[in-house]
């Protein structure tokens, strides 16, 4: 059975920071593209970041420079490292692996960001 399952979401305030995790079980991880998405109320999901099996990585712009994700392929988990939080980046924020054949997704996990 293939699980994604993230943590990390949280309350925080403006300007802070926090680091979402999705940990993988039932895929062979390393071989899976990876991928944030996001979705706030009333709006669509949005992409937010990927990374591809080999490292490959790129970003939302709206999230360029603020936002880092990086993979630990031994604790087949991902991660999203989230600095100079804005209100605007307040939604659920969702793990996503694609392979060739396959396209998983977590339940999310919730980040609010307050004014």
């Not at 993988?24 to 669509?44: E, L, N, T, V």
């Not at 990927?50 to 990086?70: L, Q």
């Not at 997704?105 to 919730?110: E, I």
Request: net charge neutral; charged share 20%.
């Amino acid at each position: 059975q293939v699980r994604l399952v993230e943590r990390g979401g949280d309350l925080v305030q403006a300007g802070g920071s926090l680091r979402l995790s999705c940990a993988a079980s039932g895929i062979s991880f390393s071989f899976y593209d990876m991928a944030w998405y996001r979705q706030a109320p009333g709006k669509q999901r949005e992409l937010v970041a990927t990374i591809t099996a080999d490292d490959s990585t790129n970003y939302a712009d709206s999230v360029k420079g603020r936002f880092s994700i990086f993979r630990d392929n031994a604790k087949n988990t991902m991660y999203l490292q989230m600095t100079s939080l804005k209100p605007e980046d307040t939604a659920v924020y969702y793990c996503n692996a694609i392979s060739h054949i396959y396209v998983y997704w977590g339940q999310g996990t919730q980040v609010t960001v307050s004014s």
